[in-house]
Each structure stands twice: as structure tokens, then as C-alpha cells.
């Protein structure tokens, strides 16, 4: 019995410092994220997005990861000045995590005029684990 108590006791200790590095890796990643849509740094995305990623905008419309990539490029219809995630709190669940927060957007839309779409918005994104480190499998934003 003493045995497994140990046994118990030395996962708890090795498992919570891969959860911190993970957390820390997600965090780095939102923050990675956020640089390139203000850069609209394609390959970034291209590179961080899983292939199913999807993006979900306040007004409920989702975008699928090329549609996703190709609004936030040079050609696309975002161009943010700013974007900056606050508060950002990530639940890790083995190769799956999500992340809720909020987001600074500083930027405008332009489709057939401009709009300003500066404010705070909430976020959610989620992630998936892989051979070459965390993904981002969706993003979510709302009001």
C-alpha cells in the first residue's frame, strides 16, 4: 500500500511541470498567433494551423483554415494595427487544450467599405498536440 502512495505521489510530481511547460508553449503560441495576424505572416499560419482549424467570428460566421489564412493576408479583408490576448487561462487535457480570454484588437475590415472592428472581444481557441509541438484547432470569437 505504501508503495502505490509513492508510486501516486512521484506522477503527481513529474506530471505538473509538463502541464506548466505546456501552459507556458500555449501562451507563447497565442502570443505567436496574435504577431501574425498583425504581420498577415501567411506561412506563420500556414505552419500553426491544423488542417481542420476553423475560425468562428463574432457574427457567427466560420471560416475554414485557407478562408481563415487568406482574410488575415495582404489580399484579405482584416488589417489589425494591434491584437493583443489578456487574461488568457488554458485547460490541458492530454494532446487537447483550450484557451478562454479576451482579445485588443486595434484594426478595420474591408470588404465594400471600411470598418473599424477595434475593440475587446472574447476568445476561446483550442489546440491539439502533434509530433512538432501545439497546434491551434480553432478560434472562436464573440462579444
Known amino acids: 500500500m505504501f508503495l502505490l502512495l509513492v508510486c501516486f505521489s512521484i506522477k503527481s510530481v513529474v506530471a505538473a511541470p509538463v502541464l506548466k511547460i ?14 501574425a495576424l498583425v504581420k498577415q505572416d501567411r506561412e506563420w499560419l500556414t505552419a500553426n494551423l491544423t488542417e481542420e482549424c476553423s475560425l468562428t467570428d463574432p457574427n457567427g460566421q466560420t ?10 493576408s495582404a489580399e484579405g479583408i482584416y488589417t489589425l494595427a494591434k491584437m493583443q490576448p489578456t487574461g488568457m487561462k488554458y485547460t490541458i487535457n492530454g494532446v487537447e487544450a483550450s484557451g478562454a ?38 478560434v472562436r470569437v464573440s462579444q
Open 22 to 35: 505546456d501552459e507556458a508553449n500555449l501562451a507563447q503560441l497565442m502570443d505567436s498567433l496574435s504577431a
Open 63 to 72: 471560416l475554414v483554415k485557407a478562408d481563415f489564412i487568406k482574410a488575415f
Open 101 to 138: 480570454g479576451t482579445i485588443k484588437l486595434e484594426g478595420v475590415m474591408s470588404a465594400q467599405e471600411e470598418i473599424d472592428v477595434s475593440g475587446t472581444y472574447n476568445i476561446q481557441t483550442d489546440f491539439k498536440k502533434t509530433d512538432s509541438g501545439w497546434k491551434i484547432s480553432a
